[in-house]
């Protein structure tokens, strides 16, 4: 938040870290979106705009379009939708909070609809005969019963490996 040069943004961060602690946001959630308004107060000081007040619907429509298309700080490619819904719901929760507090009559974001990107991937269903594979490959009854219990609620690999994984870390501690 060093780049945010108008002091009165610097405030608006602050206050909003501590609404967000009220609210019992742990730590790094506090962090991350403490950044992501920051982003979006360093586009509007770059406008020229030094108050929240003066913040119209038309600035954050160019903000959600600026995000839409810069790049990735990471690695380069365009940030992801889920990415880009999360920044602008930092800032409908900050107007929000402005709101609340009757710091504003009108929260600008409030006329924008930004809908949540729907990502459907395709599921590989696995074959009766790959299923029967996967089940002679277990070597004991308790991974039996994590394929089994894995398989069954219908689990995808990552989540039925942190399973696993948790499993035989607890068998090395008992």
Request: include cysteine; charge should be positive.
């Amino acid at each position: 938040m060093n780049w945010l040069k108008v002091k009165y943004y610097q405030e608006q961060i602050e206050k909003y870290k501590n609404h967000l602690n009220t609210l019992g946001y742990n730590a790094h959630g506090v962090r991350i979106k403490c950044n992501q308004l920051a982003e979006f107060f360093e586009q509007q000081q770059i406008r020229g705009i030094e108050q929240v007040e003066e913040i119209t619907e038309e600035n954050i429509r160019t903000y959600y379009n600026y995000i839409c298309n810069r790049p990735n700080k990471r690695n380069g490619s365009i940030l992801n939708p889920k990415t880009i819904h999360e920044y602008m719901s930092v800032v409908e929760s900050y107007f929000n909070m402005r709101l609340q507090y009757g710091e504003i009559e009108i929260n600008p974001v409030s006329t924008i609809k930004i809908p949540y990107p729907k990502h459907k991937t395709d599921r590989a269903i696995l074959s009766q005969s790959e299923i029967i594979e996967l089940y002679t490959h277990t070597e004991s009854l308790l991974e039996r019963a994590i394929l089994s219990l894995a398989y069954g609620c219908g689990l995808k690999y990552p989540k039925w490996y942190n399973v696993i994984w948790m499993t035989s870390r607890s068998k090395r501690v008992f």
